[in-house]
Nanobody, 117 residues
Framework: QVQLVESGGGLVNTGGSLRLSCARS????????IGWYRQAPEKQRELVAS???????NYADSVRGRFTVSGDNAKNTVYLQMSSLKLEDTAVYYC???????????WGQGTQVTVSS
């Protein structure tokens, strides 16, 4: 069983930066993708950024060039470095892992990011 715990959310002014962390416990079997979704009030959850076991990354158009996803395998932690934050980045950010062989998807509990002007 994989467990994910996010941290690093908070309140930041527009143009500021935050780094989210996602600490993973448990074993992932086979190829996988790990990354971040976000959900703003009254909006659907959307993919923000992901990285797979081959270190290939993927970003939503709205964050490309501002956010960077990276992994530290030694620490079993994935990071989301967010820069040049905008009001529309305000959301709850969820870490996830998708195992391709087993078809499992695991979620963290979410961390709130609030950008104010």
């Amino acid at each position: 069983q994989v467990q994910l715990v996010e941290s690093g959310g908070g309140l930041v002014n527009t143009g500021g930066s935050l780094r989210l962390s996602c600490a993973r416990s448990g074993t992932i079997f086979g190829p996988y993708t790990i990354g971040w979704y976000r959900q703003a009030p009254e909006k659907q959850r959307e993919l923000v950024a992901s990285i797979n076991n081959s270190d290939n990354t993927n970003y939503a158009d709205s964050v490309r060039g501002r956010f960077t996803v990276s992994g530290d395998n030694a620490k079993n932690t994935v990071y989301l470095q967010m820069s040049s934050l905008k009001l529309e980045d305000t959301a709850v950010y969820y870490c996830y892992v998708r195992e391709f062989w087993m078809g499992n998807v695991y979620w963290g509990q979410g961390t709130q990011v609030t950008v104010s002007s």
